[in-house]
């Protein structure tokens, strides 16, 4: 099947990267959209790369292993510690998502520390800095308290079989 222009849909892909400008001596992160066709067959993506099947094979290689990278992220299992650049000790804590625990934060923070009498604060109405610290106390309760550290380990817990939805 030949694609028409109708089928055919440019996406923007961002990208970005960071490099020392010399003007001002220093890392400056940059961004940049371009425009990408997805092809529709390994016919078309045969032609856009000049019908070069090594090049085909090594880009196909690259996303496999791309797919797989954003699985294995996901995935709570078989983690090491990075030691020296090197794979060390096998990791056996319990990794979480980020958002149910960051949430879990957020509601706490606003709804029990800041109003309690360490801080007497109405969240909305505390400064950046206030916020910071309600966060960090908010933090230290959690971990001081076994009955809702746990129960986060139970609910924000990865599981194995969340990791094909889970992306990066």
Known sequence: MT???ATKKVE??????????LDTFSDVK?????DFEPVQSMEEAQ?????????LVKILNEGLTAEL????YANPLGWS?????EMGKSFTGTLADQKVVNAAI????KNSIAPSEAFDLDWDSATKDQKTKIREATVAFIQQTPIIKNGLKRS???KEEETEDNGE
């Open 106 to 109: 957020l509601n706490l923070a």
């Open 30 to 34: 940059l961004k940049k959209e371009f």
């Open 156 to 158: 924000a817990r990865l």
């Open 12 to 21: 923007k892909v961002e990208c970005q990267k960071t490099f020392f400008d």
């Open 47 to 55: 032609v856009r790369l000049g019908n070069d099947a090594k090049r």
């Open 3 to 5: 694609p028409t222009a």
């Open 69 to 72: 990278r954003r699985k294995e």
């Open 81 to 85: 510690y990075l030691e020296d650049g």
